[in-house]
Nanobody, 121 residues
Framework: QVQLVESGGGLAQAGQSLRLSCAAS????????MHWYRQAPGKQRELVAS???????VDAESVKGRFTISRDNAKRTIYLQIDSLNPEDTATYYC???????????????WGQGTLVIVSS
């Protein structure tokens, strides 16, 4: 059973920073990639950052320069460092892990329950 548990969300003021964590129940080296998504009220879920098993990271254009994804294989954890928070960052942030199969049909996707970030002006 694969479980992903996010933590680190909460209330913050604009301009402050938060560090979100996603702890996995299995070695994260098993995953081809891990991601952070967010979903704001009334909005669709949005991919904000990715890290591959090889260590390559990418950030969404909308958050580039403020969000930093990282991983600690020994701790089975990935992180999302969010700097210079603004109210538009208010959302539930979800951890996601991907294991690729022989084709997309056999890909496996795992999701955490999310951690809520609320940013006030």
């Amino acid at each position: 059973q694969v479980q992903l548990v996010e933590s680190g969300g909460g209330l913050a003021q604009a301009g402050q920073s938060l560090r979100l964590s996603c702890a996995a129940s299995v070695s994260i080296s098993n995953f081809n990639a891990m991601h952070w998504y967010r979903q704001a009220p009334g909005k669709q879920r949005e991919l904000v950052a990715s890290v591959t098993s090889g260590g390559m990271t990418v950030d969404a254009e909308s958050v580039k320069g403020r969000f930093t994804i990282s991983r600690d294989n020994a701790k089975r954890t990935i992180y999302l460092q969010i700097d210079s928070l603004n109210p538009e960052d208010t959302a539930t942030y979800y951890c996601h892990a991907l294991t690729r199969g022989l084709s997309a049909k056999y890909d496996r996707n795992y999701w955490g329950q999310g951690t809520l970030v609320i940013v006030s002006s």
